[in-house]
């Protein structure tokens, strides 16, 4: 997406707000209307399905598809914060060094490979570890979405907390979860900066 809206288009504003737009949205609400739309019996998206000859899936219904729904859901929502990041990397690579290297006889998938990808690795070291951080904090979705179930296939690690705290009012043993979760989280954080760290002072 991002290498998409790096070239000069006239519709590319209208993309970037189309892609953005999830990202601002709220996650209850994004959740309420994939719940309709993933609904087994009138859901759009198996209305679709059925017009094209596959038959109804069970989505949030279903142990196995219901945490693979909840990522596609979850995806779909950030795709748009991450698309940003990356074309703000993008744009700050230096436009004499493709010309150098078209000059040099590489094609499009050469300059890529050898030159955006590489001049890309502290953003994509960025968007990796917090794309991690907010899937680990991962709870609106489930909550809205499915409850955990079925069958606390969709169980996080944010929503057990949740439910062992306000609802079985079992605080001290949710404290002892949340401190080892933030500790975890600590933890992450320090290998992002210093995975920067290095990448800067090679």
Do not use: C
């Not at 991002?2 to 996650?27: C, G, H, I, Q």
């Not at 399905?49 to 950030?78: C, K, M």
């Amino acid at each position: 997406m991002a290498l998409l809206l790096n070239k000069k288009r006239k519709a590319n504003t209208f993309f970037k707000v189309a892609y953005f737009s999830p990202v601002v949205m709220s996650l209850v609400v994004i959740s309420v209307l994939w719940l309709y739309l993933l609904n087994p019996n009138e859901g759009m998206i198996n209305n679709v399905l059925t017009h094209i000859g596959l038959s109804p899936q069970p989505f949030l219904t279903s142990p196995d598809q219901a945490i693979f729904t909840i990522v596609f859901v979850s995806v779909w929502q950030g795709a748009g914060f991450q698309m940003l990041i990356f074309l703000a990397g993008l744009q700050n690579i230096p436009g004499d060094v493709y010309e150098a290297a078209q000059l040099d006889g590489m094609n499009k998938w050469q300059r890529f490979i050898y030159i955006t990808l590489p001049l890309l690795k502290p953003t994509s070291i960025f968007i990796f570890i917090t794309t991690l951080i907010s899937a680990f904090k991962l709870l609106v979705q489930p909550m809205v979405m499915t409850q955990g179930g079925p069958v606390n296939s969709t169980m996080t690690v944010v929503y057990y907390i949740y439910q062992t705290g306000f609802t079985d009012r079992m605080v001290g043993y949710a404290s002892s979860i949340a401190l080892l979760f933030g500790t975890m989280i600590g933890l992450v954080t320090l290998a992002q900066r210093k995975l920067v760290k290095e990448d800067e002072g090679g």
